[in-house]
């Protein structure tokens, strides 16, 4: 072999090791269990996001609870022990008060509203102030529209029914606004509900949508299916990144991961509704009676989620910051919105006050 032909090759191999060393390799793990069809919204943004990095990431997803508990998905990825973690962004509330309108609102936005603020209202920026305090890049990519709403052993038909009732409940407003309409908040992560609602730990559940409740066999303990959602009008999903992580890979990829975040959006909007929409038939043909509070109620409870709203986001600047982006949007589009009604993308609510945010988010 000629000295060319072994420098040749040598260098061919050098640039095989760097290519293979250039490959990043990431663990992800995720708050929802594999019974839950939620993670089907994790698995879909790695499958795309591994297309689209092949050779320059690799991400293994693990499900919840096969690595950390799902409380502690937050802090694994803040401290870097998983480069990424699949979440709700309500869940970390209780590290500050600005992750709960980043996930889910009390009778406010749809699903359609968190897209359009997220991607061209400023929404995005929004995400990653609130993580970037813990070190973190946010990527929201999954949203779903209204939850389905209460699943009791008695039926619910008005707020007169809901006196006294313990019932399992997401969210730092939510938890505050049932306490005004007469019942109690308990908390517990989506894999307890079922047993609670089975020993009688709790009277009633609300959970997600109507696929992912079916998935949590739900039909199986309960009776009755309260609707609407009042509590949650729409949630946001996404993925938490370590920030040394994240600055690890080139722009190129970073931008191919906001790709991937942002077709998994769009993916899991129609997905979550065709499944919902099958999973609605199947709790009518399990037997589950279904009821709906009337629209005058509905409008009492807007009066009082708006209350609730102004006073919780009062007690944060930042969270007053982002439910004021968020009622700006509101506000704004509007009038492109009502214009066009009725055949445009949802309603307008009456919302919490401008004025009463700006204040509170000086």
């Known amino acids: 072999m000629s000295f060319k032909t072994t420098a040749l090759a040598a260098i061919g191999?050098?640039?095989?090791?760097?290519t293979a060393q250039a490959q990043e390799s990431w663990t992800m793990t995720t708050v929802w269990p594999a019974s839950l069809e939620l993670i089907e919204i994790d698995r879909k943004f790695v499958e795309l996001a591994n297309a689209l990095?092949?050779?320059?990431?690799?991400?293994?997803?693990?499900?919840?609870?096969?690595?950390?508990?799902?409380?502690?998905v937050f802090g694994a990825v803040e401290s870097g022990t998983v480069q990424a973690g699949a979440d709700w962004p309500g869940y970390w509330a209780g590290r500050n008060t600005a992750f709960s309108p980043l996930s889910t609102h009390a009778s406010l936005f749809?699903?359609?509203?968190?897209v359009n603020w997220i991607q061209q209202w400023g929404g995005a920026d929004l995400y990653n102030e609130v993580y970037g305090q813990f070190g973190m890049v946010y990527l929201p990519y999954g949203v779903t529209n209204n939850e389905s709403g209460f699943r009791t052993?008695?039926?619910?038909?008005?707020?007169?029914?809901?006196?006294?009732m313990r019932l399992r409940l997401s969210g730092l407003e939510q938890g505050r606004l049932l306490t005004q309409l007469g019942g109690s908040q308990v908390s517990m992560a989506g894999g307890e509900i079922y047993q609670a609602l089975e020993r009688g730990v709790i009277d009633g559940a609300e959970f997600s949508t109507p696929n992912v409740d079916w998935s949590g066999g739900f039909q199986q303990v309960t009776s009755h299916w309260?609707?609407?959602g009042w509590h949650q009008s729409s949630s946001v999903f996404g993925v938490m990144i370590n920030k040394a992580s994240w600055d690890a890979l080139s722009a190129e990829t970073q931008q191919k991961l906001r790709i991937a975040a942002d077709a998994t959006m769009l993916w899991s909007l129609s997905f979550t509704e065709k499944r919902a929409n099958d999973a609605y038939q199947q709790f009518k043909d399990a037997g589950i009676?279904?009821?709906?509070?009337?629209d005058e109620t509905l409008a009492k409870i807007q009066e009082l989620a708006n209350t609730t709203i102004e006073t919780t986001a009062c007690e944060n600047p930042l969270s007053a910051k982002v439910y004021l982006s968020q009622v700006a949007y509101l506000n704004d589009y509007a009038n492109w919105r009502d214009a066009s009604a009725p055949f445009n993308l949802g309603r307008t609510p009456v919302g919490p006050s401008m004025d009463k945010l700006a204040e509170c988010a000086k």
Request: charged share 25%; proline share 4%.
């Open 153 to 164: 052993k008695k039926a619910i038909r008005n707020t007169e029914d809901l006196q006294g």
């Open 53 to 72: 990095t092949a050779g320059e990431l690799s991400i293994e997803l693990f499900d919840g609870g096969t690595l950390v508990p799902a409380g502690e």
């Open 226 to 228: 309260a609707t609407p």
């Open 289 to 294: 009676e279904i009821t709906r509070m009337d």
């Open 13 to 18: 191999a050098i640039a095989l090791t760097t």
């Open 110 to 114: 749809n699903a359609v509203d968190y």
